[in-house]
């Protein structure tokens, strides 16, 4: 008898109960569980983000660029059109690849299942992972070959579509409108260089650069580039941007050899 | 129960005396998460013992691999320098001690009893600086200084790191700790009896080998490489057969220090790993000598001994054990501290020794700061250097149990309270009765890191 | 334990579990015969900087597109002191009522490299259509509090159009290409609100009968507030003065 009560009252619970620590994750064939993920990020995650997501862990006063909000749902690295929460994985992608030139390292040495349940914890930060679902994946079409033909107007979109304006004529970072640049929140961001040879943020391949200008880095000044280019004329920037790069074989090969999410 | 003046010291004194001076208090490095922004606790399961990230971090050659890790990043203010000291109360305690009958009076006669000193007490200062000199280039510079005060070099080497654009080939050289998942150097007990992996310093009694075990510091160079994520990891050493003293003290042979290891994810449990290591190597069993005095640098008569095993570190929810298993085995001329040009000299029915030891380590992390921690520890000789040496002459058993709490854990620096008991028994050391000789310690205290 | 204790249980649980899901209150606006209006104007008062010089050397297409400077727009008086750009806004005094979103898109032009309108006033899930007629590209970048964050490149004539699901006031829009170029967007959940003119006037018509907290909202001297009852068919006449150095 009495456990018949208890049973609907745990019913009762498990209906109103709405606690961030019900998120779970699904990447691949793992899932995540929020309750590991939150013993996970209080081990790895919280000086830097903060025990609030918010990003403003102890030591992110120190921090260029800054920790990243999870409060605000809003990702520089995704598979989704600007404005869009991310997916799962690109959340997973996030935490296994670090993101370069900044102070977030590689995760790798975690098993997958502790980064996966680490994924359901962050995603209980923001009420939008509850009321929103993400937009389908941009799709990313074959590579066409480089050619000459394609730098050249790959070179002439950099022009139009100024992006030298932020980046500068040569990618170095340095356009006309370099030094106004804030993030979101209103903190100083430089422009990426493209002239050296520092991995991009997201991804180092060619196919996560054609994703970066597609779906744009939410939180910062570099937009979507979805609606303005076609797909052909986005792997002619590419093709353009290879040529402004440091010449550096290695760093070449082992982007090519980069894996994506394990 | 009083505490009566020692005259003459037994022989498992000797061998806690020689742990304490042997044993380095173990360390993290604060300085690298001062670098970062990461807490302890992110490279540590508990300072000092390093967890998956934190060892990839080391293998890695202290970077973190994110671009922004070489030092021309950093502003040049920034040196990479830690401390670690341990003030603590402790007690010891260890029966069948030979002590004068009536004290003062030699002739009295000795008896068998216990004596039990305590009080305040230091540690000793760990001085580290560690990290990279350039890209893909990083060091390691630790001074010991004793509680005493006695200076020397615990460890110093440089390390090329990712050569070719390959984790799979590092080059280390200098003098360094051995590549050994279950480190020495970064045990979590400190008491005088529990401060140590007894398996990693083990020497049969009688033997003359001048290599004290794996869990000393060595000459050489070392060739290592891992995978991306520090699943799969290899290492080997080349030593000079000098136990890490400088100088050239002993002889012109070298030794072979090979690990391997390989992990892998159980779902649901967490990482696991195994691994086998195997330390190969000669010592000298006599030198040249002038007007009878050995000449350093001039040993000859090298025989063989090996120490080789295997280990595994298990990832249990909350729990994990770390546990291991070692073969070791002394020539014979080693084992019976005779020269190997004075065959005649040794006794009849001489063999080379052999044993074998292993631990089992528990720990329950009930979270980043509260660490539980339990050890079983025992070495069984299998065969003695001779007949005349009574069968579990070096046998041992050890148990340790503690806990650390860690109050402050932080990117700038570390605190720990530590409690921790700790006893064994060395089988039929007592100087007089023979019988088990069993010595317990107890300590508390402060354990903090900048 | 009877089955139908439990299901009265479970019952209940669904019942308040939905609760939170449904809106409550009445929907829809007053009919047009009842309603009042209420008129008025923005006034400044004290002396402020003029506007100065926007430097669009940066972007020759930018700087073509002046015959002589652009300036600044964060302050824009017309005649007999009136503040351009104010928005005026109901903030209180609706109850719970929900106001379906007009079919008519909302429209923000990069004109001359300038957002206009400079302030502009939607509802939301309204549809906003941003239209490019410069001869360069922007981006498009609005930076919102509770509203989601998105940024679009815009080569000339390409249209882009979006919506917010949420109120705020007010969302601050960027082009980080052209670092001068800034406007703002408020998003409200019904459809009582207006920008006052070049010389300050506005007119909220069609409000229902009640009594409301109006607000009046500057991007550089802030918000200011009154009261008002409106009644059956009543037309009422405000004035906010904003004092130049708040």
Known sequence: ?262 | ?450 | MQPKYILGVIATALVLWLATYVPAGAAGPADAGAAGSLKGTAKIEGATLKPSRIDMSSDPNCAQAHSTPATTEDVVIGANNGLANVIIYVADGLGDRTFEPPTQPAVIEQKGCQYKPHVLALQTNQKLDVVNSDATTHNIHPLPNNNREWNRTQPHGMPIEESFAREEIVIPVKCNIHPWMRGYIAVFKHPYFAVTDKDGNFDLKDLPPGTYTIKAWQEKFGTLSQKVTVGTGESKTLEFVFKAGS
């Open chain 1, 1 to 262: 008898m009495r456990s018949r009560i208890s049973f609907a009252m745990i019913f009762v619970f498990l209906l109103l109960g709405q606690s961030s620590l019900g998120q779970e994750s699904h990447v691949g064939t793992l899932v995540g569980n929020a309750k590991k993920g939150k013993a996970l990020y209080q081990r790895y995650c919280i000086f830097c983000h903060g025990a609030d997501g918010d990003g403003r862990g102890d030591s992110a006063p120190y921090l260029d660029p800054k920790p990243r909000d999870f409060t605000k749902a809003t990702f520089k690295c995704r598979s989704t059109p600007s404005g869009s929460l991310p997916l799962d994985s690109d959340l997973y992608d996030t935490i296994t690849r670090g993101v370069h030139a900044s102070g977030m390292p590689s995760w790798k040495p975690l098993t997958r299942q502790e980064r996966v349940d680490l994924v359901a914890y962050i995603k209980g930060f923001s009420p939008r992972f509850q009321e929103e679902k993400p937009a389908a994946a941009v799709v990313i079409p074959a590579e066409p070959p480089t050619s000459p033909e394609s730098v050249k107007r790959g070179a002439e979109l950099f022009q139009s579509m100024n992006c030298w304006l932020c980046h500068g004529k040569e990618g170095r970072g340095n356009g006309p409108s370099a030094s106004s640049l804030t993030d979101s929140k209103g903190n100083p961001i430089t422009p990426f260089d493209l002239s050296s040879g520092t991995r991009f943020k997201c991804g180092d391949s060619d196919q996560g650069l054609f994703r970066d200008l597609t779906t744009g880095l939410d939180g910062t000044p570099m937009p979507s580039f979805s609606d303005a280019l076609k797909p052909d004329q986005i792997w002619d920037v590419v093709h353009y941007i290879h040529t402004l790069r440091a010449s550096n074989k290695s760093q070449r090969s082992q982007a090519q050899a980069e894996p994506k999410a394990e």
């Open chain 2, 1 to 450: 129960m009083g505490i009566a003046a020692i005259k003459r010291v037994g022989t498992q004194w000797l061998l806690v005396a020689t742990l304490l001076a042997v044993v380095r208090p173990a360390y993290a490095i604060p300085a690298f998460a001062r670098k970062y922004g990461l807490p302890c606790s992110a490279c540590h399961e508990g300072w000092p013992m390093l967890n998956n990230f934190g060892q990839t971090f080391k293998d890695n050659g202290y970077q973190l691999g994110n671009d922004r890790d070489a030092p021309i990043y950093q502003q040049p203010a920034y040196w990479p320098v830690m401390f670690r000291t341990t003030p603590n109360w402790h007690r010891e305690s260890n029966d069948r001690v030979a002590v004068d009958k009536v004290p003062g009076q030699a002739s009295s006669g000795l008896v068998e009893t216990t004596i039990s000193p305590s009080g305040f007490d230091l540690s000793g200062l760990d001085i580290i600086t560690a990290g990279t000199l350039y890209n893909n280039i990083s060091f390691f510079v630790q001074p010991f200084i004793g509680a005493s005060g006695g200076t020397s070099i615990a460890q110093t080497w440089v390390r090329l790191d990712n050569l070719f654009g390959s984790r799979w080939l590092n080059v280390k050289m200098g003098k360094f700790e051995l590549d050994e998942m279950i480190s020495q150097e970064r045990i979590l007990t400190l008491s005088s009896t529990g401060a140590a992996y007894y398996n990693y310093f083990f020497t049969p009694p009688g033997d003359s080998n001048i290599f004290r075990g794996i869990g000393i510091p060595q000459l050489g160079v070392e060739v290592s490489g891992h995978s991306d994520n520090d699943y799969t990891r290899y290492s080997v050493s080349v030593l000079s057969s000098n136990d890490g003293q400088t100088g050239l003290p002993a002889g012109n042979s070298y030794d072979v220090y090979t690990n391997f290891a390989q992990a892998f994810e159980i779902p649901r449990l967490g990482l696991q790993r195994v691994g086998v290591y195997g330390y190969f190597g000669q010592s000298a069993t006599f030198f040249q000598t002038t007007g009878g005095q050995p000449i350093p640098g001039t040993g000859m008569g090298n025989r063989g001994f090996y120490r080789a095993g295997a280990y595994g570190q298990w990832y249990l929810g909350k729990f994990d054990f770390q546990t291991f298993y070692m073969h070791g085995y002394d020539n014979v001329f080693l084992g019976n501290a005779v020269p190997a040009n004075q065959q005649s000299q040794l006794p009849a029915g001489a063999a080379g020794p052999t044993w074998n030891g292993g631990f089992v380590e528990a720990h329950y992390t009930y979270n980043p700061r509260l660490i539980g921690i339990g050890r079983y520890e025992l070495i069984r000789m299998s065969r003695e250097a001779n007949p005349s040496i009574r069968g579990s002459a070096g046998n041992l058993d050890t148990w340790t149990i503690g806990y650390r709490w860690y109050p402050i854990m932080s990117p700038r620096a570390g605190l720990a309270w530590v409690q921790e008991y700790s006893r064994i028994v060395n089988a039929g050391t007592a100087p007089i009765s023979g019988k088990d000789d069993i010595s317990n310690s107890f300590l508390m205290g402060l354990d903090f890191d900048f």
